[in-house]
Structures are given as structure tokens and as C-alpha cells.
């Protein structure tokens, strides 16, 4: 009789789950109205592609600190500077969440939930607060990168923690040495190469959100293309786009390089 | 050979690789820091209040954010599923093991690299100025969003399936589609189902700052708050978006440690 009740049970779950999926899938194409699509959307959409083979070059460098080359430059500064500083302020809360325990680690548990908490909260929202302290501008944009790239960074550098021999550590503190003198011989050298290739990953990311920043001021190319957009200036916007695809590609390029010979 | 390996000492001797990349590093960080001005001062005062408003939510705005926060899941799952669906043949096209034409496949793969260097809040402007405000918009950047990461994490998956039964099908007459459906799709459909829920993770958090250029979901009042001062409301919002990605996050986690 179990058996049997087990079998059938078996039988059902698949159809069941499918079930599942297709109410939810139901309840999520209700809550989308297909019919809000404004009728001009072809004619926008063939401006932009019209925009983007027929870029507007005379942007790229007029040499007044106003152009395209300035902006990605400044957009590169905020992900450069974001992810030196929270690289930084990351190995703490590294440490902090990194569990060398078997068991239950109170100190860990902490640290992953306030990591969790920073990378969950929306950058946009924390470059609205820096903008609020320091004024609008690329400096609030590095604040909010280097505040959010702790998130990830604490939980990549916390997992390559975990993950080291502790042969050496408990080698050097068997022969008299300080738990200081374990950290930097033994842990730190161990781990360095693995938190620098997290630090480019970061990078590469870090050089996409400082790109949309400027949408809500805090400096970088995000300003310039939003702009452009508005004003429906598509020549413009073609120059810009283009300007953000060869810059993150080629960061892209140049860190997956770096990368290899780190690893 | 003598004098390059005297060289090669002198080179390691005083650490000229680790002193160049110092140099660079530090000459990128002071041309970084000049460029932007960071001596700009940072009022304390400001950010605390703000931070001692925050601190304080304004529970009686939780019901009017509930309909939107509902939103931004359905945005995520539609997106998702539509981006996964149009990922699908395009993976298989830039998979080396399945396409041996190495024109189309880096033609194919080149497309995807450009898809994926545009930044998710960028393409909700782009279908902002496309389709209009709403949802909508969200939807198709999203959608687009996905598309360009999961083609890539699938050709990855589809790359690194066993040969042999593909192997065996050809030998016994089956043409490129039967290949792929008996022998390619069942030994990726776990990894598959895997980056689907990886990914509506990511939507999910995506989705919740869409809204603020105006394509749908929860982002639009944080827009709105953040406008008015009301930080008491603002930090409604973010618990809400917390409580949202945390339980979808320990959802997908669940779902995938099942599926591997």
C-alpha cells in the first residue's frame, strides 16, 4: 500500500511541478501589458540602429574635457578607483566571514549576512546618498562602487580563505610564531593571487556600473548617454554606445589576459 | 647565454617586474585621482541625517509598494524565460563541438560578446526611448540581458557534454537535428535548468532599479522617494527589495543544489 502510494506519488511530481511552473509563468505574462508598446517603436528603434552606423565622430575628441574620451576616462577612473579601495576594505569582512571551524561559526554567519546585506543593497541608491554627502560628480560614484564591490569582494576573498591549506599557518604558530606572524607569511601570500584575480573580475564588473552611474549623476559616460537619449539625438547616442561596447570589451580583454597569468 | 642569465638575475634581483606594475599601478591610481578631484569634502552631517532617517521606515508605506515589488518578480521571470528561450539555438550555433564552421561560429560569438558589454540599466534606457514607460520596456531589457549571459554559459555547458552518444548517433545514420535532440539536449538539460535559475536570480536584482528610468516594477518609487526626501520610505523599499532577493536567492540556491 505504501508502496503504491509512493509510486503514484512519483508519477505525479513531474506533472506537478509543470503545473506549478505554468501558474506561475500564467500569474507573471498578467501582471505584463503586451499592448503598451508605443507605435512609433520602429521607426525609434530604426533611428538608434541609424544612429549607431552613423555615429556623430565630431564627439569623440573636441578637446574642451567635454567628449566622449573624457567621459570613458572618467568612467574608468570611478571603476578603478572603486574596486583599489574596496579591495582594501574588503579583507576584513573577509576574514570576518571566512569559517575555519567545522560547525557553527557565529563570527562567520555574521559576516556573510552583512556581506549578503551590501550586495543586495541597489548601487544606484547608495550613489544617491554619496551624491547627497559629497555633491554630484565622479567622486560619489567611486564612494558607491567602492561600497558595493564589498559585497562581492568579502564573499569571493572569504571563500578563497576557506579554501587555503592551513599546514602553514599552524606551522609557523607550532614553531613560536604570533598569529600576526601566521597571517603575513603564511595566509596573506597564499591567498594574494586569488584575491588579485577577484579584484580584476570585479574590475571588469565595476567598469559596467560605473558606466550607468551617470544616469543619476554620479559622474562617468552614464550622464552624457542619458542625455542624448532625452534629447533623441541618435547620431550621438550611436557614438556613445559604441564607446561603452569597445571600452568594456576591450577592459574585458585586457583583465581575461592578466587573469590567465595570475591563475 | 651567460649575460642573460646574469640579466635575468639582475632583473630578479631587484624585483623590476613587481616595481614596474607598482609604478603603473600607482601612476594609474594618482592619474585616477587627478581626474576626478577627490579632494571634494564629505559633509558627515548630511549622511548621517539621511542615514538617521533611513534608519526610521515609514511601515504605512508598505501596501502601496507591494503590487510594484510583485511586478519586478513577474518582469524577472517573463525576461528570464524569453531571454533562455532566444539563448538556446544561438548557443548552439557558437558551440565549437556542435558547429565545426569556425566563419559562423565567431561571427555568432562576436554578436553575443557585443549583447553582453551593454550594462542592464543601459539597455532599460535604450527600450525606455523604444517601447515606452513601462513594464514593458523592463521586460525587453531584460530580456536582452539575459539572452547575451546565458548563451554564453550555455555553449560553455553544451562545449563540455560527452561525445560518445553524439558520436554514436552519427555513426548510425542520424542527421545534425537528430543528434542534437537524442543526444546533445538531454545531457544539458540539468545545467541548463541550473543557469535558468541562476539567472533570474540576477534578474531579480536587476529588475528592482529598472523601474528607476521608468521600466516598470519597484524602481519607479524608489525614483519617487528618493525625489520627495522621503528617506523614511526609501528605506521601506529597500527592506523590501532585501526580503525579496534573499528569499528568491535561498529559493534558486535550494532548487539548484537539487538539480546538480
Known sequence: MQMSKEHGWRRARPWLIGLAVVLLYVWAFSGIPMNSIKSQALEVTHSILDGLFHPDWSYVYTGDGEDLIAALLETLAIAFLGTFFSAFLSVPFAFLAAKTKKGFQFKSSLGKTILTIIRVFPEIVLALMFIKAVGPGAYAGVLAVSIHSIGMLGKLFGEAIENIDRGPSEAIVAAGGSGLDALTLATLPTVLPEFMNYTLYRFEIAVRSAAILGIVGAGGIGAPLIFALQTRNWPRTGIVLLGIIVMVTVIDFLSGKIRQHLV | ?260
Not at chain 2, 558627515?44 to 510594484?68: G, R
Not at chain 2, 554564453?152 to 548517433?169: M, N, R
Open chain 2, 1 to 260: 647565454m651567460n649575460t642573460a642569465s646574469i640579466e635575468g638575475k639582475f632583473s630578479q634581483k631587484w624585483h623590476l617586474k613587481g616595481l614596474l606594475i607598482t609604478l603603473l599601478i600607482g601612476l594609474i591610481f594618482w592619474a585616477s585621482v587627478r581626474d576626478i578631484g577627490v579632494e571634494t569634502t564629505f559633509s558627515w552631517d548630511q549622511f548621517w541625517q539621511l542615514l538617521a532617517e533611513m534608519a526610521h521606515p515609514d511601515w504605512s508605506y508598505f501596501p502601496v509598494i507591494v503590487k510594484p515589488i510583485l511586478q519586478t518578480i513577474q518582469m524577472a521571470l517573463v525576461g528570464t524565460l524569453l531571454g533562455t528561450l532566444l539563448a538556446v539555438p544561438f548557443s548552439f550555433l557558437a558551440a565549437r563541438n556542435l558547429v565545426k564552421n569556425p566563419w559562423l561560429r565567431g561571427l555568432v560569438r562576436f554578436f553575443l560578446n557585443i549583447i553582453r558589454a551593454i550594462p542592464d540599466l543601459l539597455l532599460a534606457a535604450l527600450f525606455v526611448a523604444i517601447v515606452g514607460i513601462g513594464p514593458m520596456a523592463g521586460v525587453c531589457a531584460l530580456t536582452v540581458f539575459s539572452f547575451g549571459m546565458v548563451s554564453k554559459l550555455f555553449y560553455e555547458a553544451v562545449e563540455t557534454i560527452d561525445e560518445g552518444p553524439s558520436e554514436a548517433l552519427t555513426a548510425a545514420g542520424a542527421n545534425t537535428i537528430q543528434t542534437i535532440v537524442f543526444a546533445v539536449i538531454p545531457q544539458v538539460v540539468n545545467p541548463f535548468l541550473s543557469y535558468f535559475l541562476y539567472t533570474l536570480e540576477i534578474n531579480v536584482r536587476a529588475s528592482t532599479v529598472l523601474g528607476y528610468l521608468g521600466a516598470g516594477g519597484v524602481g519607479l518609487y524608489l525614483d519617487q522617494t528618493l525625489s520627495m526626501f522621503r528617506y523614511d520610505r526609501t528605506a521601506v523599499l529597500i527592506l523590501g527589495i532585501l526580503a525579496v532577493v534573499l528569499v528568491v536567492d535561498s529559493l534558486s540556491n535550494h532548487l539548484r543544489e537539487a538539480l546538480a
